[in-house]
């Protein structure tokens, strides 16, 4: 029992607990990825400039946006994850200067609201309520081994290191 007047604990550090947590299980299932082999359909490369494919990533067809630089040999796959506006291709556009100093190559998934509902996106489908949680096949979360696996199909480096980004330094989600 409460005493009267005792505080509750405050929804921020719970709700930054939350965050970190997933930020921590996103760096695993990336880190994960890396050694992973995923079913994904190929049916086209990353060329020079910008560009937009559609990847058949665990039979799930997805837009994306990507860029490769120029005059460079790229050795780093840059996944760039677009926000609530669900605009995949100005997030593509707001990391190439990144990808040319680094030379790296962009991509950028577009998850659409009607498949991907917000608990969907913006929570991988995975959430502390059991009754909540998406199916197994249809859990974004799981989406992203075989589109990093897809991707480096697509840059012709199946081994091609990877990073995972919303572009803003301080949230970048996992470097390795």
Known sequence: MRKAGASQPSPRINSRRHIDGWRAALRLLAAASLFTIHAHAFDGSIGPGTAQQIASVDGVELPVFTYRPAGCAPRLL???FHGVGRDGGPYRDHARSLADRVC??????QFDRKRFPRNDYQ???VTFAASNASPLARRTVDLIPALV???QDAAGQPGMLTSCSDIRPARSLWTG
């Open 104 to 109: 790296a190559i962009v991509v950028a998934p």
């Open 123 to 125: 929570y991988g489908g």
């Open 78 to 80: 840059l996944l760039v």
């Open 149 to 151: 696996s897809w991707a």
